[in-house]
């Protein structure tokens, strides 16, 4: 069986004016399905561009991406939307809620964009909100919630499509370190039922729950206790 | 899907209600304005029809202009056209302005219409008490006159004029009739004038020579064939020019209203048009903010799944919807701003679907067209930027 995600040389640029700025430089990792895998690094390291890579809201300058599969390369915005939608779970730092909706609408959003059918929606965000343990909560909205139950609502909206891949980014960055432990709990919690998971982080404690853990700094990728990427001079490998 | 997408769009007008309000505000003036003239041109066509086509159909009018010699028709010359094939009488008009005397009541400057026997007698409903010109009445250029209804009125109140003597222009005049009032609104009301002997307003108060005539034929007789007997008799009567006349059936006369009351709705509609866009600018003001406010929104949206497409559909259909709902309202308002004109101005009023479709038309157009702008925006963010923006 295939690795579930493969990034191969990936290069990620930004134009700065004249100058170009490079966030990535030849990143290559492979991630296998059912790992809880966190990447780690302080910030402006190039963590979150990475994550907008595998999390198809971004497309590298240069290198290959597989994703479950697929060649994650010269997609048209509506496919990249598709893939979003089926294959990767969000989990940002600041919950992103939209306030306007209760929770129930919350983690329904998704579903609404995936087509299904309003009793199909119902029956799998209530079956989720069960799970994250917030049935009670169904009727409220986000500023009637704690921001433990905010975060849960999202890690419900998440997986509610039964994605692949949940991708959270600095998941407990705003939330008190009893609060953050119970969402780590509940993310090994999913990772157990055979769900594959990717934390972003900066907080050592955090990266430390996962089973294995990947380092960036500057760009550059390294495998915990490894080297930084100090096999070769790439200044070739990125175009 | 695309019941959840138009359940986002009404969402969020309902949220936004002072702004959603005043963007749709808008739009109902911009429509209203347009409907309310469309409506109020119908009314004013319709009933210029109506009152035209009354007069019956059997006549045709001459209108003169007459050369520096010969301004106007003789008395042979009228006699000479009542002899033409198929005309059964010729009614002349000749105009003048005169003071008005009766008892203590003086009004200057009052219209004097010269008329004929026959204008009388092609129309029975003219005259309200006593009696209308007679063949002698002309013959002798009697002093006697007929008053309108608002005359009537302000010199007379309630009582009948007829049988009182007034003074016009400092002759004595028997009243021997009233005239009917002709309504509220019409071109050729004779409510304000004082109807005399047409000969006796040319030469006794100092009127034109007759400068337009009525010419009756016969029911049924081929009107252009009546028409070109009658150019022809004018052109020999001002020596073989015929560019100082001009001859109208009902038909020409109907059209030319037709067409000067068209052109005048169209126009007016035109300018109304105006702040119709002024209102689809507000909605793209509106849809633009509203996209700013919500660039977070989109961005998550777009990383929960949502296509181009399904945010480009929000936004359209939400400026749609305003739209449609000023469209609506200003059908409503601009119905009663029609109604109230035409009970004013006194003429008919009818909804007519023609103003209501395009109004409709227009104002989704308007929704499609500042909409598409702001949605394309909105659909085009790109999700990383979007959800950056706090």
Redesign the interface.
Known sequence: MSALLSLANICKSYAMGEEEYEVLHDVNLTIERGELISIFGPSGSGKTTLM?II?C??VPTSGEYVLDGTLVADLE??QL??I???KIG?V?Q?F?L?P?LNTFSNVE??L????LKAAERRQRVLGMLELVGLSHKAESFPNQLSGGQQQRVAIA?SMV?EPSIILADEPTGALDQKTGQQIMDLFRQFNQAGRTIIMITHDPIVAAIAKRTVRILDGRLSEEGGAINAKRDTEDVCR | ?LK?ILKMSV?NIV?NKTRSFLTILGIVIGVGSIIALMLMGDGATSSIQSQLSGLGGNKLTVSITGTPIKSGLSEQDLQGMATLNNVTAVSPSTSARSSVVYGDTAKKNVSIAGRSYSFFEADSSLLKAGRGLSRLDIENRSHVALLGSNLTMELFGNKSPVGANITLGGREFLVVGALASSGGFSFSSLDDSVVVPYNTAERALGGTRVNSIDVFFTEGSPVTEVKAALKVRLTTVFDGRNDVFSIFNQQDMLDMMETVTATMTMLLAGIAAISLLVGGIGIMNMMLVSVTERT??IG???????????IMLQFLIEAVIICLLGGFLGIILGGLLAYAGSLLIGFEFAITAFPIILAFGFSVAVGLIFGIAPARKASNLN??DA?RY?
């Open positions: 907008n999390g809201l971004d915005p509506r939307a598709r979003r939608n089926k969000f940002f600041n992103q939209l306007r959003l998704p609404i964009y995936s087509g909206r499509t | 899907m959840e969402d949220h977070n929104e998550l949206r777009k990383s929960l799944g949502a296509e181009p497409l399904h999700p990383i959800l706090v």
